[in-house]
């Protein structure tokens, strides 16, 4: 990664990640969109060579609503707000019409057979960290249910990304000691920090940065902090929004991801993209056309600048080598 590297995640969630704001009656044709999608990135990654980690929702490796009622933990998050809780909306949608909306094993399996792909996790329930109620034994019993779904595919979860980005530093440790060693977490800038925030100011900014040069979006190496006992932080750069009604801003937003893509090659730095495939569900031509055009890049940017291709995995992997090696090279003197 000494030339830098181009990270990407997903957070693969159909219905489970958006059922408390939508109508999911209404988004059918969304989700067929979103999962026909999946195995059209995942052949654009294969043409690329791109490596990517694929946060997937533990609940979408069951197979039916009998398997998905026999994997309740001992206990479920208890939320203030009720409505928040996926075994409560489940139990409400049980039917055979409604599969297709929240399992996907064999998505799961594809992506798992993709050469440079990660199935990482984004928790069993899509666990909200930080909403009143909830308690760090009820995501210790979550997290290690994604652990145990993943297993039955030959899966062995090693990164993170917590729902809504909802993330909770006194549950790294949880963490870490379930093999966890890797986490996203939010961009440096401050709209980013409160990720419960709805003000005007916050809403504002975050999406005036789509298209406008606000705050940090490259990082080197040496900003990633290596905390013992604790997996590696992983800096997000930037939420690939989903296809504009508006030329100009869709080709203003593509233009931000290639100016900051170039400057993280020319600084050899790391450049971290992410969305949810179902952002793709609307316009998935389109947004396919954009995904490509910001391949394309990245292809370029790798003949000029050597510029590298990793998942979470790999991008943590090297961390802690390098870090080791510099700390030992400084007992070395």
Request: charged letters at 25%; proline letters at 4%; glycine letters at 4%.
């Amino acid at each position: 990664m000494k030339n830098g590297a181009f990270v990407i995640s997903l957070d693969f969630e159909l219905l489970w990640g958006v059922f408390d704001v939508v109508d999911y009656k209404k988004k059918v044709e969304y989700f067929e969109n979103t999962r026909k999608f999946v195995p059209l990135v995942l052949k654009s990654f294969e043409q690329y060579g791109i490596h990517a980690t694929w946060a997937v929702v533990g609940m979408l490796f069951n197979d039916s609503w009998e398997e998905w009622k026999s994997n309740y933990p001992a206990e479920t998050p208890s939320y203030n707000n009720p409505s928040l809780s996926a075994y409560r909306f489940g139990e409400s949608i049980i039917s055979s019409k409604t599969k297709d909306l929240v399992f996907a094993p064999q998505l799961i399996q594809q992506i798992k057979e993709t050469p440079g792909q990660e199935v990482g996790t984004h928790t069993y329930s899509h666990y909200y960290c930080r909403e009143q109620g909830q308690r760090k034994e009820e995501f210790a019993l979550d997290l290690h249910k994604a652990l145990e779904v993943a297993k039955k595919l030959n899966i062995k979860l090693s990164s993170l990304v917590f729902p809504r980005n909802q993330f909770k530093v006194e549950y790294l440790k949880i963490c870490m000691d379930m093999g966890i060693k890797n986490v996203r977490s939010n961009p440096v800038s401050w709209y980013w920090q409160d990720t419960q925030s709805i003000s005007f100011s916050t809403r504002l900014f975050r999406s005036g940065d789509a298209y406008l040069p606000f705050g940090k979006k490259t990082y080197s190496i040496s900003e990633i902090p290596l905390k013992s006992g604790l997996p590696v932080e992983q800096m997000a750069s930037r939420f690939f929004r989903p296809v504009e009604g508006n030329w100009f801003l869709r080709k203003l937003k593509l233009e931000r991801i290639k100016n900051e893509m170039t400057m993280a090659a020319k600084n050899q730095e790391i450049y971290h993209l992410w969305w949810h495939p179902h952002n793709f569900g609307d316009c998935p031509a389109e947004s396919l056309i954009d995904l490509n055009l910001i391949l394309d890049h990245f292809y370029d940017l790798q003949k000029k600048y050597d510029f590298q291709t990793a998942n979470m995995e790999e991008i943590g992997e090297y961390i802690t080598i390098e870090k080791s090696h510099r700390h030992a090279r400084i007992l070395g003197n």
